[in-house]
């Protein structure tokens, strides 16, 4: 891919919506020893808080993903984009657990289409040797706006107070929205791309039988439960990462909200590396070890499964700089296993119906998220976080197990 091509600043473009998605998304965990002490928040009524998010992200995907699929690209994600920026505005009017959990709905609704925009934008965008590569750097900006979240509203928050961070986190998501309502095309239709690109693109593009163009005919689908059950078990891990890792070094290891912004970035720093390193693993294996397309994203997924298993073990060291290190472990090998899992529904779907698609494989992920939240939050005041971490250890390796189980199903679906 040469860096003076269109689809690279394409790639460039969509990264940074989503790190700005993910800055806005973020913010609260960050911000959440503070809001538990001055809303006089409890654990229970924070989990709530998170969950209002996930159920709204949740049910919100697919439609999001037919939304974007019906409208465009263009439109779609711009509209998105403007709707995420002000819900987490009014984060900064919140007056209460209820109220905050009110615009964190809204904030899980307009946020849910970035994952299914993105996968679309790279389908149309990418040949497929390609695409787990630039799946690699899209969902980089996942773990990235991650990263800069818990410094950016820590330190906007102890200057002006949590009211202005949660409002100049979200504002910046409008200066994208105009951006990519005015730069956004389809190769097809952009004046950008040159006519040697274009083939290019369209040339390295399996045709994928166009048989899935309604929910119930996706969700019917064998591939659609071959990719839906392992996301569904690998997303309560970046949950916990993105919501609870800061309540939990405030919790159980006594950190402050400056040790929280000095230290609580660096698993979403290893997950950027995971992210990129992920996408660039599926075609060395393709190429080193001969492993089909589905194969070679199936390889790398067990790999990110046994690394997962250090975050499971967080509870058994004493430093809280030791833990910090097998969060990190663990953002790695998530990212790794986020990314192809998202390239398998690119892999396999349409293009037509790749959003539609991917928003129901988050959708199902995002179940597990909020599950398991809800789990956090009933348990963690009385067992403490270290069982409900060992839990994510396990998750990913049945997640990694059900994949192979049903290997055959995906390379059938392009037969």
Not at 254 to 263: E, K, P, V
Not at 333 to 349: G, M, P, R
């Amino acid at each position: 891919m040469n860096w003076k091509s269109a689809r690279l600043r394409i790639l460039v473009l969509v990264m940074v919506g989503t790190i700005l998605n993910y800055i806005a998304r973020n913010s609260l965990g960050a911000l959440a020893p503070q809001l538990k002490l001055d809303l006089q928040i409890t654990t229970e009524q924070y989990s709530y808080i998170v969950g209002a998010f996930q159920l709204a992200y949740t049910i919100m995907q697919p439609i999001g993903g037919m939304l974007i699929d019906r409208i465009g690209l263009t439109a779609g994600f711009a509209l998105f984009a403007v709707a995420w920026s002000v819900a987490n505005m009014a984060h900064g009017f919140a007056r209460g657990w209820l109220s905050l959990a009110a615009f964190r709905g809204l904030l899980g609704m307009a946020e849910a289409a970035v994952i299914p925009a993105g996968m679309k934008t790279i389908g149309e965008w990418f040949p497929d040797r390609e695409r787990s590569v630039a799946t690699g750097w899209f969902n980089a900006g996942t773990a990235l706006g991650a990263v800069i979240a818990p410094v950016m509203a820590a330190l906007l928050a102890k200057h002006y107070g949590w009211q202005a961070a949660f409002v100049v986190t979200g504002g910046i998501g409008l200066i994208f929205a105009v951006a990519w309502y005015r730069w956004y095309r389809s190769p097809q239709d952009a004046t950008y791309v040159s006519a040697e690109e274009l083939a290019e693109i369209q040339e390295g593009q399996r045709p994928v039988p166009v048989s899935a163009t309604t929910i119930r005919s996706i969700v019917g689908s064998w591939r659609y439960w071959a990719i839906a059950v392992p996301r569904f078990l690998a997303e309560p891990a970046w949950q916990t990462f993105s919501f609870w890792v800061p309540l939990y070094f405030a919790k159980e290891r006594g950190w402050d909200l400056t040790q929280i912004a000095l230290f609580a970035w660096v698993p979403f720093l290893a997950a950027d590396a995971g992210g990129i390193l992920g996408g660039y693993l599926a075609p060395w294996l393709q190429r080193w070890k001969g492993l089909s397309l589905e194969g070679s994203r199936i390889a790398g997924i067990w790999i990110g499964a046994v690394l997962m298993i250090a975050p499971g073990c967080v509870g058994l060291v004493a430093s809280p700089y030791a833990a910090i290190g097998l969060l990190a472990i663990g953002g790695f090998a998530h990212q790794v296993i986020s990314v192809l899992i998202n390239t398998l529904s690119a892999d396999v779907f349409p293009k037509s119906d790749i959003a539609k698609a991917n928003g129901l494989v988050g959708m199902a992920g995002w179940t597990g998220g909020l599950l398991f939240s809800l789990a956090i939050g009933q348990f963690a005041d009385k067992i403490g976080f270290a069982p409900l971490f060992a839990c994510l250890g396990l998750f990913d390796l049945i997640g990694a197990i059900w994949l192979l189980a049903l290997r055959r199903r995906l390379a059938f679906a392009k037969a």
